[in-house]
């Protein structure tokens, strides 16, 4: 597997929406993730973020995303509705090691974090000659 995620919330929220029938609490950085040709892409919806408030960190193979949401109330005014979250928001997802994590290439560009990570060289396929034996032969390895 080349990504897992982690949510250690995610089947407390489950178990919640089955019981109460509504969220626990609102998904703040949802993603997609898909491979394309020879990198592994990444989506996060963080809309309303500013971008210098945006973090990414790598360590032994976990990448770190916090983004910060602020109340664009100024202080003192009275709050009529409340309904987007803000704050602090963190997501973590393992890279397997066919993953090049000292290559990641990422852009903010209308609310949408993308994240371009390539595939590791040793990770890519490739054809190893075989010699001998008369004509020489390729399989992939």
Do not use: C, W
């Not at 066919?98 to 290559?103: S, W």
């Amino acid at each position: 597997m080349m990504l897992m995620r982690t949510d250690p919330f995610r089947e407390f929220d489950r178990l919640a929406q089955q019981v109460l029938g509504t969220a626990s609490r609102p998904a703040a950085m949802p993603m997609d993730a898909y491979r394309s040709g020879e990198e592994f892409v990444v989506h996060f919806d963080i809309p309303g973020v500013d971008p210098e408030t945006i973090d990414l960190d790598v360590e032994r193979n976990v990448l770190t995303v916090r983004a910060e949401r602020r109340s664009p109330a100024p202080e003192g005014a009275e709050t009529v509705a409340s309904e987007r979250p803000s704050g602090t928001f963190s997501r973590q997802l393992f890279l397997g090691d066919t993953l090049d994590a000292e290559r990641i290439d990422a852009s903010y560009d209308a609310g949408v974090l993308t994240l371009r990570i390539p595939v590791a060289e040793q990770a890519k396929p490739r054809k190893i000659r075989i010699a001998g034996g008369g004509a020489p032969r390729q399989i992939t390895g």
